[in-house]
């Protein structure tokens, strides 16, 4: 199996770009998904398949993907983005196919 | 889509628990179903997942042999079957509905603190 590296913190202020980072030591050309986390409620997708955004999340938040790193970036940065943000894959490289998060990362807003 | 999880609780290290998760709003028996836990201050962590019919079960690592996820879709619902509860199980379990790999709907989640 592998493992989902994400930088356990980064700050911005308010306007700025955020862009959080996640990778793999192996992607196995598996999507990824992000999630965003805000204090005592339950995780929200907020991108899947590498850049998609659901319906419902603001334009400001977009995903990309290069080799084995795959990044969230949320464009003009408001309080309200302040929450943990965590990448999920699938590894489908064992005998059963099992499902990775990152670590995590908190966004502060400065 | 809306997921409502219950069961939770605190139980002695060796105990049992078992988790519901009352599901509306989508075709339940049409979509596959997971459960993730967060154990307190620490991040998400894939525990289980069954598909639609109930004929594909997995589970991580951490979990098999102890823990077994089950649903009827008659009554819209998910269960989790934990038993052997240890420390390292305290977490708050979310209820997922499945969207081919990644999670589209969670649940308000439910505590389950293993403690002496």
């Known amino acids: 199996s592998y493992e989902l590296t994400q930088p356990p913190s980064v700050s911005v202020s308010p306007g700025q770009t955020a862009r959080i980072t996640c990778s793999a030591d192996a992607l196995p050309n598996q999507y990824a998904y992000w999630y965003q986390q805000k204090p005592g409620q339950a995780p929200v997708l907020v991108i899947y398949k590498d850049t998609e955004r659901p319906s419902g999340i603001p334009e400001r938040f977009s995903g990309s993907s290069s080799g084995t790193i795959v990044t969230l970036t949320i464009s003009g940065v408001q309080a309200e983005d302040e929450a943990d943000y965590y990448c999920q894959s699938v590894d489908s490289s064992a005998t059963h196919p099992s499902v990775l998060f990152g670590g995590g990362t908190k966004l502060t807003v400065l | 889509v809306q997921l409502v999880e219950s069961g939770g609780g605190l139980v002695q290290p060796g105990g049992s628990l078992r988790l519901s998760c009352a599901a509306s709003g989508f075709t339940f028996s049409t979509y596959s179903m997971n459960w993730v836990r967060q154990a307190p201050g620490k991040g998400l962590e894939w525990v289980s997942y069954i598909s639609s019919s109930s004929s594909t079960k997995y589970y991580a690592d951490s979990v098999k042999g102890r823990f077994t996820i089950s649903r009827d879709n008659a009554k819209k619902s998910l269960y989790l079957q934990m038993n052997n509860l240890r420390d390292e199980d305290t977490a708050v379990y979310y209820c997922?509905?499945?969207?081919?790999?990644?999670?589209?709907?969670w649940g308000q989640g439910t505590l389950v603190t293993v403690s002496a």
């Open positions: 997922a509905r499945d969207g081919g790999g990644y999670y589209l709907g």
